[in-house]
């Protein structure tokens, strides 16, 4: 069972910008679609950005002209770069793995993203 595992969080100050990158326990083939997901403490996780095979994207309106989804290879299928950032962007983010057929996607384990004021 392949996993994923986030990397490039931390704690930034307003303005700044982070690059989120998914990289998979071994390379994967079959990609229907991968995305990004965050969530808030008390929140529900929500659909931040997500990119299918054929490049379509999809972003959640409080990041659009923000953040940018990009596709990589099987081994790191997929990042996320975040300016201009907010502290109300302040969550963990999973990336996502869905394969042509698969009804669930493959969930990372989460990285933290800290804006701070």
């Known amino acids: 069972q392949v996993q994923l595992v986030e990397s490039g969080g931390g704690s930034v100050q307003v303005g700044g910008s982070l690059r989120l990158s998914c990289v998979a326990s071994m390379s994967i083939f079959g990609i229907n679609s991968t995305g990004w997901y965050r969530q808030a403490p008390g929140k529900q996780r929500e659909l931040v950005a997500s990119?299918?095979?054929?490049?379509?994207?999809k972003y959640a309106d409080s990041v659009k002209g923000r953040f940018t989804i990009s596709r990589d290879n099987a081994k790191t299928p997929v990042h996320l770069q975040m300016n201009s950032l907010k502290p109300e962007d302040t969550a963990v983010y999973y990336c996502t793995v869905t394969l042509l057929g698969a009804s669930h996607p493959i969930w990372g384990q989460g990285t933290q993203v800290t804006v701070s004021s």
């Open positions: 990119i299918t095979f054929g490049g379509i994207t």
